[in-house]
């Protein structure tokens, strides 16, 4: 959920470069938040129901 509110953070805050790059591109956040066992959902998120 962090990850998804981020670029209106940066938008709030005048930084609308940063929040376009994230809106293009999350996965650089989502390495740096998700623990070892989710790396695999970066590439591939789970959707619910889906396993």
Request: aromatic share 14%; no cysteine; net charge negative.
């Amino acid at each position: 959920m962090l990850i998804q509110q981020m670029p209106h953070y940066f938008d709030y805050f005048g930084h609308a470069d940063a929040a376009a790059a994230l809106r293009g591109d999350s996965d650089f956040l989502r390495e740096i938040v998700y623990p070892d066992a989710m790396r695999a959902e970066i590439a591939t998120p789970l959707r619910y129901g889906a396993a």
